[in-house]
């Protein structure tokens, strides 16, 4: 009886943290903001790894490097020579000698120089696939557009106010955003519009000022009002204020006049008074207009078709992702290696245990 109850006890543990896991799976690896267009990589696909090599050489490794990264493991495992692989490196040692094939793949600009050039070194991309992920490095290569408020000319769906020129706005073309405007309310978009005209409409019909209290379990509405003088005067009339000397509190007063006043008629001779807000109310709006781009419009075409500029930043996103983790290429292989040997291990521990228990059952 109580190695059934063990086992019940057992079972119920493993079945409880399986279903925790699966429950906070996708609340981990939820992603907020922007919605991302699948990259649909393989980095078992060798010739695109090595156009995404040849395209990071010729557009990315001026500026930014992948110094854990060596060209002749990339050579290995695109199955090429080091003498082929020569061919995409341009840079040049600390003896101005052309770099070898054993080397990391350092950018040509030192870093030195870069951050008194551009205020900041740009970021080494070594892991860059795995901390931001295929997705987002696919989507932020092409979500470039114009935007003159920007040092560069250009801003980013992806990566807002982004330090970076669009370097290969030659073979995608130039981009404008059309831009819709959200009415949100409580983080969501209640409605959608093409412009700011109609937003602002809709805003004044649904507009409230709410006033909110601050408590244990997160903020309360106690009142709503159409106006925002009717909010602040109700907000007035429910606050009080606490007198802080040497951050304790030693009078409380319903205005803060009052709490200035007796400021004024108490000196205290090396201390220091601070008058603050004692109840915990706040004016907050019902709804607001947010601007976001809607999508992405092609002006001015680049070199290649949109399909053709596709091709290229996935090829350079698949060659980010290896990049970020070569192992992978045969980790899987290594996986079901050992998934067979547990499977094999299985029988033999289940015909152990069945000849070590049989005096039990």
Request: charged residues 20%.
């Given at each position: 009886m109580k190695i059934n109850t063990m086992k019940q006890t057992l079972i119920k543990t493993l079945s409880a943290g399986m279903m925790a896991a699966f429950i906070a799976s996708p609340v981990a690896n939820a992603?907020?903001?922007?919605?991302?267009?699948?990259?649909?990589v393989d980095v078992h696909d060798k010739t695109s790894l090595l156009r995404g090599a040849k395209y990071f050489a010729n557009y990315c490794q001026g500026c930014h490097s992948l110094k854990f990264s060596r060209y002749n493991r990339v050579a290995a495992d695109t199955g090429v020579t080091d003498e082929q692989i020569q061919d995409i490196i341009f840079t040049r040692d600390a003896d101005d000698k052309p770099t070898k094939a054993g080397a990391l793949m350092t950018s040509a600009i030192p870093?030195?120089?870069?951050?008194?050039?551009?205020?900041?070194?740009?970021?080494?991309?070594?892991l860059i696939g795995r901390s931001r992920g295929a997705d987002w490095i696919y989507n932020y290569l092409k979500g470039f557009h114009t935007d003159n408020s920007r040092p560069f000319g250009v801003?980013?769906?992806?990566?807002?106010?982004?330090?970076?020129?669009?370097?290969?706005?030659?073979l995608q073309g130039t981009q404008d955003p059309v831009?819709?405007?959200?009415?949100?309310?409580?983080?969501?978009?209640e409605a959608s519009f093409t412009s700011e005209e109609a937003a602002n409409k809709a805003l004044k019909e649904k507009l409230t000022y709410n006033v909110v209290k601050l408590g244990l379990m997160g903020e309360t509405i106690v009142e709503k009002y159409p106006t925002e003088t009717e909010a602040a005067d109700f907000v007035a009339s429910k606050t009080s204020y606490k007198v802080l000397l040497n951050k304790l509190e030693v009078a409380s007063f319903t205005?803060?006049?009052?709490?200035?006043?007796?400021?004024?008629a108490t000196p205290v001779e090396g201390g220091k008074y601070k008058i603050t807000?004692?109840?915990?109310?706040s004016v907050v709006k019902s709804h607001?207009?947010?601007?976001?781009?809607?999508?992405?419009?092609?002006?001015?075409?680049?070199?290649?078709?949109?399909?053709?500029?596709?091709?290229?930043?996935?090829?350079?996103?698949?060659?980010?992702?290896?990049?970020?983790?070569?192992?992978q290429?045969?980790?899987?292989?290594?996986?079901?290696?050992?998934?067979?040997?547990?499977?094999?291990?299985?029988?033999?521990?289940?015909?152990?245990?069945?000849e070590y228990w049989k005096d039990i059952h």
């Open positions: 992603g907020g903001g922007v919605h991302l267009e699948p990259a649909d870093p030195k120089d870069a951050a008194q050039w551009f205020g900041t070194a740009p970021p080494d991309l070594s801003n980013n769906t992806i990566f807002d106010s982004v330090g970076m020129p669009n370097i290969l706005v030659h831009f819709r405007y959200d009415l949100m309310h409580n983080g969501h978009a205005t803060k006049a009052e709490g200035e006043s007796y400021v004024k807000p004692k109840s915990a109310y607001k207009i947010m601007k976001v781009v809607d999508h992405l419009e092609l002006v001015t075409p680049g070199t290649q078709s949109p399909a053709e500029f596709d091709r290229t930043v996935l090829d350079l996103t698949n060659y980010l992702a290896y990049v970020s983790e070569p192992a290429l045969h980790r899987k292989t290594y996986g079901i290696f050992t998934m067979i040997f547990l499977l094999i291990f299985f029988v033999f521990a289940y015909m152990l245990k069945k």
